[in-house]
């Protein structure tokens, strides 16, 4: 999630005045996470699926993607997050 934050900062600056999340903003974080997840995930697949789940509960933990990059610290440590690398770490 490291890598997320850089992306995360950009999206803030073009969404501070909208907030929802645009399909431009969930491909970009989903390509974040991706970029991250390859790095330990040792599978595309793993990945993937990792980045789908942490895609969809961050977008419904918080609908204004404002408010997802602000707390992206949270969202890192967030049990619920962390539970989309049960899973793939079988």
Known sequence: MKRVI???LFLLFFASCRGTWNQDDKEAFFQSCMDDANSWAGDPVKAK??????TIK???KYPNVVDAVE???TISKDPDIQA???PIMK
Do not use: G, H, W
Request: hydrophobic share 40%.
């Open 6 to 8: 850089p992306l995360l």
């Open 49 to 54: 699926t990792y980045c789908e789940c942490v």
């Open 58 to 60: 961050v977008m419904e």
């Open 71 to 73: 707390q992206i610290e």
């Open 84 to 86: 989309c690398k049960i």
